[in-house]
C-alpha cells in the first residue's frame, strides 16, 4: 500500500468502520433429490457457508467458474432467493429475518444489473416505462417529477433523451445495459448488485460499462458488489477481490494482493489460465494448466473441494476441511498448504 | 499467382440475408488465403460477419441467406457453386467444424461412441471393429481419460470441457485439411479453456490440418495462431502475422480491439473503449463503415470507402490512414484552413 | 493502488441515436400505425374485412333478411339456389326443407353464432386465464388444486360435460354460453399456465422483483403482457371451435332452440339432405369456415401488432 494511497479516502482499509453488508454462515442448498420415494434426499450445496464483509464505499469483487455459487450469493444478497441458513446482514439489520412491507422498502436499497441485457427488460415496455418502474413502484416521484428523473437517470448513463420511446429491441446489448443500469440507479441504492454485467457484452464495449460503472460509483457513493467469471472483469473496478468455488470462498485479499501474490492453488489456476494477448509470451510464459473438470456440487469432494484439481494436494487435504483464516493482514485463505512469495512454492505452516 | 502451398482462396466473398425487412449483407466482399496447415483466426465482435463466412466455406448458410457472389476455392474446388449433395462428401473429410456449443452439436439420443463411429464410418473404408478402435484411440488423443468408458457413455453426462473435447475428436477422426473452429472455448470456464486450448496446441504440432480460428477473444489469438484476419461490418479491415499485429496494429479498429482487451498481468492499465456501438446493416455508415467509431476519421473517411490495400510484409490494411495522396491532402487542408475541399 | 489515482475515468460521449432512430422518432399517433400496419398485412386486411362483415350483418339482421326467420314458402319447399338449375330468383341462396329462405337465416343465425362464440370465448378465457396466471406464479398449493381440477375437467369428455350443465339448466343462449365457457376454460388455463412458468423465470421478471415490485404489478405489468399472444391464438381458435360445438350441441337438441336459429343448427338440420339437397347444409357451413378464416386472420395479425419488435418496420 502505497502512502498516496492513505491521503486519498480508502474505505475498506480500516477494519474498524463498520461494513455496510456482513454476510455469516450463508448457505443456499437446493433440493434436487428426484422421485417421491428415495430416501436420502440430494442437496445441490450452491453455497456452502460463506462469510463475507463490504465496507462502504468500496467495490467487492467476486470471483469464480459455473457452479461456484457467485450468482446465487448476489441473488440471496438481493433477496431474490431464500438461505437456507446463515445471515446477511445489511446496516445491521438481518434481511433474511425480513418480509412483506419491510423487505419491499429494503429494497430501494439494494438494488441489482443483471447479466443478460436482452433478457433483463420486459420486451413490451419502453424506455421510459423501464426507467420509471421503480420510481413508480415505490411513488417516490409523480408527473413531472418523474419524467424529469428518468430524463436526469438516461442522460447519468448517458443514454440520449431521445430513445425515451423506443423499446429494448431496438437497441444493442451495451445500450442496452445502461438502460439496466437507470434502472438500477433510480432509486438512489446503497449498495449495487452486479451479476456478470459485462459479460455477454462484445469487447470494445465492455469497457464502455465498466468506466461507467466506475464514474457512477465515485458520482453517487455507492457500494459494490461485482460478480464475474473471470479476473480480467475485476480487476479494474475491484478494491477487494473473493475468489470462490465450489460453495466456498477459499481466498480474499484486496486486488494488489491477490495478482501479485495468490496464496490459493486455485487463484494462480485462474490467473494463469488467462489467455494473455502478446503472441511473443505464448511459449515462454509460465503457467499452471488445471487438470481435470469442477465437481458437481451435489457431491462436493471431501476435505478441501479442490483437492481434485490441486497440484499440490496430499492426503491430509483429503480429509480435513481447510479453515479459513486470515494468513496475512487482509489476506484469507482456505488452503493447508498456501502459496508463499511467487508461484508454484509450497510453504507448510 | 497460384500458390502451391495454398489450401483456400476465398474471393470477394458475399453473403447475403434476404430478410423481410430488406437485404443484410452479412459478409460483404471478403478475401483471404489459407495455406496448408497454416493457422489462421478471424476476429471480430458481434455483427461482423465473421461465422457467416465460415458457414458459407462450410456450405451451411441457413434459408434467407445465399452466397450471391465470390469464390470459395478449395483446392482446385470452387465451393460457392457447390450444390448441397457435393457439399455433404467436402464436409467433415475434407473439411471439419467445430461449434461454440458443444452440447447442441451432439445428438443426445445416441452414444458418444456410436457419434464417432458413424463419422469415421461415413467417411473412411473401415470395419465396424478397426472404427470403434479408432474412435477410442482418438478419444485418447483428446485427452478424455478412461476413453473407453465415455465410448458408451451420452452426451448430457459429460462436462461442458469434456464434450468440446469429443467435438474435436470427431472432427479431427478424418484427417481434415483444414478445420474451422467458431469460438472452440467461448462457452468453457477459464480454466477449462486453458485445457483445451493447451489440447490444440498440441494437435496441431502433430497434424498438418490447417485451422481457421473464429473468436472475439484476442488473448486466445495470440496463444495458438500464425496469422489474423480482423473483421468489422462485413469486411476485413486488416490482415497481418500475429506478431507484427500484435506489436504494431494499423487499423484503428485492431487497435481499438487490442486496447480493449484486459491484460491480466498489468493491474494499473487504462481501461480504454472504443466509442459507440457496431453499426447495424440498416444503418451502414457510408465511407469507411468504421469511422463513427474511429478517433482518426477524417472529412475523406465520411465520404469515400477505403479499399484492402497492400502493405510491406503481405500485411493487408483497409483504412485511408495509409494513403499517400489522401494523407498529403488532409495535411493540405489542415495547413490552409478554411480551404473547402474539391 | 493506483487504480484509485487515475485521474479521470474517460469521459464517454452520450450514445447519440442513429439518422434512422430520428426519423422514426417521428410517431404518428396509434391509430394511424395500427392502420399502417394493418394495411401492410394481406390476410389482416382481409380478416378483419370478414368479420366487420359478419359483425354488420349480425347487428343489422332484422333490416338486411329478405324473409322472416321463420318464413315459409310452400310453393318453394327445396328449391336449389337461384343460380343453380332450377332455382327461383326470390331465394338467392335456395330454401329447406319447410321452404323457409336459407340466405335470411343464415343472417339471422350470425347473430346468435357471433353470441355464443365469442361470449363463451370470454367467459372461458377470463376463467383459463385468471387460473393459468395465478397458479403458474404462485405455484406451491394453489397450483396442485388448480391443475388437479384441470386434469379432472380433461378427463370428462367436453360435450357430455355440456349437456348435463344443460339439461340441469335451461337449454337457451345464455346457459350454452355459460355452460360452454366453464368447460373450455381448462384449455386455457392448461396453456397459460405453462407460458407462465416460462415467464416468470425470465430476468426481468426477476428484476422486476429485485426493484420491490408488488405480485399483482408483476403479474399485470410484465407476465400478462407476454403471455397475451398464446391467449390471443388460442381464442381464435376456440371462437372457431366453440361455433362447430354449438352446431352439434343444437344437432342434439340442447343447443339454440326454435324459433332462434344458429349456423350450426342449420347445418345439423341439412345432414338428412346432404345427399339430395346439397345446399341445405353447405352454405351455413360456408358461412361458419369464412367466419373463422376471418377470426383467425385478425388474430395473427393482432398477435403481431401486439409485438413491438413488430414496430418500426
Same mark, same amino acid.
Request: proline letters at 4%; hydrophobic letters at 40%; glycine letters at 4%.
Given at each position: 500500500m502505497s502512502d498516496k494511497k492513505v491521503e486519498t479516502k480508502e474505505p475498506h482499509k480500516s477494519n474498524t468502520q463498520e461494513p455496510l453488508l456482513e454476510i455469516r454462515g450463508l448457505k443456499k442448498h437446493f433440493d434436487v433429490t428426484e422421485g417421491w420415494f428415495k430416501k436420502k434426499r440430494e442437496y445441490l450445496r450452491a453455497v456452502d457457508g460463506i462469510d463475507l464483509k463490504v465496507y462502504p464505499g468500496e467495490t467487492l469483487g467476486i470471483v469464480g467458474e459455473s457452479g461456484c455459487g457467485k450468482s446465487t450469493t448476489g441473488n440471496l444478497i438481493v433477496r431474490l432467493l431464500e438461505a437456507t441458513e446463515g445471515e446477511i446482514i445489511f446496516e445491521g439489520e438481518n434481511l433474511t429475518e425480513l418480509d412483506g412491507e419491510k423487505l419491499r422498502q429494503k429494497r430501494k436499497d439494494i438494488q441489482m444489473i443483471f447479466q443478460d441485457p436482452f433478457s433483463s427488460l420486459n420486451p413490451r415496455m419502453r424506455v421510459f416505462e423501464l426507467i420509471a418502474e421503480p420510481l413508480r413502484t415505490h411513488q417516490t416521484h409523480k408527473g413531472k417529477a418523474l419524467s424529469e428523473r428518468v430524463y436526469e437517470l438516461m442522460d447519468v448513463v448517458g443514454l440520449s433523451a431521445e430513445f425515451?420511446?423506443?423499446?429494448?429491441?431496438?437497441?444493442?446489448?451495451?445500450?442496452?445495459?445502461?438502460?439496466?443500469?437507470?434502472?438500477?440507479?433510480a432509486l438512489n441504492p446503497k449498495l449495487l448488485?452486479?451479476?456478470?454485467?459485462?459479460?455477454?457484452?462484445?469487447?470494445?464495449?465492455?469497457?464502455?460499462?465498466?468506466n461507467l460503472l466506475k464514474r457512477l460509483?465515485?458520482?453517487?457513493?455507492?457500494?459494490?458488489v461485482f460478480i464475474a467469471h473471470g479476473l480480467p472483469a475485476v480487476k479494474h473496478i475491484s478494491d477487494r477481490i473473493a475468489?470462490?468455488?465450489l460453495g466456498k470462498v477459499v481466498e480474499l485479499t484486496t486486488r494488489e494482493k491477490l495478482f501479485a501474490n495468490p496464496m490459493h492453488p486455485y487463484t494462480e489456476g485462474l490467473l494463469t489460465a488467462v489467455p494473455v494477448p502478446d503472441p511473443e509470451v505464448r511459449d515462454t510464459r509460465e503457467r499452471v494448466v488445471l487438470k481435470g473438470d469442477i465437481p458437481s456440487p451435489v457431491n462436493p469432494p471431501s476435505g478441501c473441494s479442490f483437492?481434485?484439481?490441486?497440484?499440490?494436494?496430499?492426503?491430509k487435504c483429503k480429509q480435513d476441511t481447510p479453515a479459513f483464516e486470515e494468513l496475512k493482514p487482509d489476506h484469507f485463505v482456505a488452503c493447508h498448504y498456501p502459496l508463499e512469495g511467487g508461484k508454484g512454492t509450497i510453504q507448510r505452516s | 499467382m497460384k500458390d502451391e502451398n495454398q489450401l483456400l482462396n476465398v474471393s470477394n466473398l458475399q453473403t447475403h440475408f434476404f430478410t423481410e425487412n430488406g437485404t443484410v449483407p452479412s459478409v460483404d466482399g471478403v478475401s483471404f488465403q489459407v495455406n496448408k496447415g497454416e493457422l489462421v483466426a478471424i476476429v471480430g465482435e458481434s455483427g461482423s460477419g465473421k461465422s457467416v463466412t465460415s458457414l458459407s466455406i462450410m456450405g451451411l448458410v441457413e434459408d434467407p441467406g445465399k452466397i450471391v457472389g465470390g469464390d470459395i476455392m478449395f483446392e482446385d474446388k470452387n465451393l460457392a457453386t457447390y450444390t448441397n449433395k457435393q457439399m455433404r462428401k467436402i464436409r467433415g473429410n475434407d473439411i471439419a467444424m467445430i461449434f461454440q456449443e458443444p452440447l447442441t452439436s451432439l445428438n443426445p439420443v445416441f452414444t458418444i461412441g456410436n457419434q464417432l463411429r458413424e463419422a469415421i464410418l461415413q467417411h473412411q473404408n473401415v470395419d465396424k471393429a478397426t472404427a470403434k478402435k479408432m474412435s477410442i484411440d482418438m478419444l485418447t488423443q483428446v485427452g478424455i481419460p478412461r476413453a473407453d468408458k465415455v465410448y458408451n457413455s451420452f452426451p448430457h453426462s459429460l462436462s461442458g470441457g469434456m464434450r468440446q473435447r469429443v467435438m474435436i475428436a470427431m472432427s479431427l477422426s478424418c484427417n481434415p485439411k483444414l478445420l474451422i473452429a467458431d469460438e472452440p472455448t467461448t462457452a468453457l470456464d477459464v480454466t477449462i479453456q486453458a485445457q483445451i486450448l493447451e489440447l490444440m496446441k498440441d494437435l496441431v504440432k502433430k497434424m498438418d490440418t490447417a485451422i481457421i480460428l473464429i473468436t472475439h477473444d484476442l488473448g486466445v489469438v495470440a496463444e495458438l495462431v500464425d496469422r489474423v484476419?480482423?473483421?468489422?461490418?462485413?469486411?476485413?479491415?486488416?490482415?497481418?502475422?500475429?506478431?507484427?499485429?500484435?506489436?504494431?496494429?494499423?487499423?484503428p479498429y485492431t487497435k481499438g480491439?487490442?486496447?480493449?482487451?484486459?491484460?491480466?498481468q498489468d493491474l494499473n492499465e487504462e481501461l480504454i473503449s472504443i466509442k459507440g456501438t457496431v453499426p447495424t446493416p440498416a444503418n451502414m455508415p457510408e465511407g469507411c463503415r468504421f469511422h463513427p467509431r474511429c478517433p482518426h476519421a477524417m472529412d475523406h473517411c465520411i465520404s469515400h470507402e477505403p479499399q484492402l490495400e497492400t502493405m510491406e510484409n503481405g500485411r493487408e490494411v483497409r483504412c485511408w490512414l495509409f494513403d499517400e495522396e489522401v494523407m498529403e491532402h488532409e495535411r493540405q487542408k489542415s495547413g490552409n484552413e478554411g480551404t473547402p475541399q474539391k | 493502488m493506483s487504480q484509485q489515482v487515475t485521474p479521470e475515468p474517460i469521459p464517454e460521449p452520450p450514445v447519440e441515436p442513429t439518422p434512422e432512430s430520428k426519423r422514426r422518432l417521428k410517431k404518428s399517433s396509434p391509430i394511424t400505425r395500427w392502420a399502417k400496419l394493418l394495411l401492410k398485412s394481406k390476410t389482416g386486411t382481409v380478416g378483419l374485412f370478414i368479420v366487420l362483415v359478419v359483425f354488420i350483418v349480425g347487428i343489422f339482421a332484422d333490416q338486411l333478411a329478405p324473409f322472416g326467420v321463420n318464413e315459409q314458402n310452400y310453393a318453394n319447399m327445396l328449391a336449389p339456389p337461384s343460380w343453380a338449375e332450377g332455382g327461383t330468383s326470390e331465394h338467392f341462396l335456395g330454401t329447406d326443407n319447410l321452404g323457409r329462405d336459407i340466405l335470411s337465416r343464415i343472417i339471422y343465425g350470425t347473430t346468435i353464432s357471433l353470441l355464443v362464440g365469442i361470449f363463451s370465448v370470454v367467459v372461458a378465457g377470463v376463467l383459463g386465464m385468471a387460473a393459468g396466471l395465478f397458479s403458474g406464479y404462485y405455484g406451491g398449493w394453489l397450483d396442485t388444486i388448480t391443475m388437479r381440477l384441470v386434469d379432472a375437467f380433461l378427463s370428462i369428455p367436453n360435450i357430455l360435460f355440456i349437456l348435463v350443465i344443460l339439461s340441469v339448466l335451461n337449454p337457451g343462449i345464455l346457459t350454452l354460453i355459460f355452460a360452454i365457457g366453464v368447460t373450455n376454460w381448462v384449455i386455457y388455463a392448461r396453456l397459460i399456465r405453462g407460458?407462465?412458468? &416460462?415467464?416468470?423465470?425470465?430476468?426481468?421478471?426477476?428484476?422486476?422483483? &429485485?426493484?420491490?415490485?408488488?405480485?399483482?404489478t408483476i403479474i399485470r405489468r410484465h407476465i400478462l403482457p407476454n403471455v397475451f399472444s398464446t391467449f390471443i391464438v388460442i381464442s381464435t381458435l376456440s371462437v372457431a371451435t366453440t361455433i362447430i360445438l354449438e352446431a352439434s350441441l343444437s344437432f342434439l337438441g340442447m343447443g339454440v332452440q326454435p324459433p332462434d336459429v344458429s349456423w350450426g343448427y342449420m347445418l345439423a338440420d341439412g345432414r338428412d339432405y346432404l345427399a339430395t339437397n346439397w345446399w341445405l347444409a353447405t352454405f351455413p357451413g360456408l358461412a361458419i369456415t369464412i367466419t373463422v378464416l376471418g377470426i383467425i386472420f385478425l388474430g395473427d395479425w393482432l398477435r403481431d401488432v401486439l409485438d413491438p419488435r413488430s414496430q418500426g418496420r
Open positions: 425515451a420511446q423506443r423499446f429494448p429491441h431496438e437497441f444493442s446489448g451495451g445500450q442496452r445495459q445502461r438502460i439496466g443500469i437507470a434502472r438500477a440507479l448488485v452486479c451479476d456478470e454485467p459485462v459479460s455477454a457484452l462484445d469487447v470494445s464495449i465492455q469497457s464502455q460499462i465498466l460509483q465515485e458520482q453517487f457513493n455507492l457500494t459494490l475468489v470462490m468455488y483437492h481434485t484439481r490441486c497440484p499440490f494436494a496430499d492426503e | 484476419i480482423v473483421m468489422y461490418a462485413g469486411q476485413v479491415v486488416e490482415q497481418s502475422d500475429v506478431f507484427t499485429l500484435f506489436k504494431d496494429p494499423k487499423h480491439l487490442l486496447d480493449s482487451t484486459p491484460k491480466i | 407460458e407462465v412458468l &416460462s415467464v416468470k423465470e425470465r430476468e426481468y421478471v426477476k428484476a422486476a422483483k &429485485s426493484i420491490g415490485t408488488k405480485n399483482m
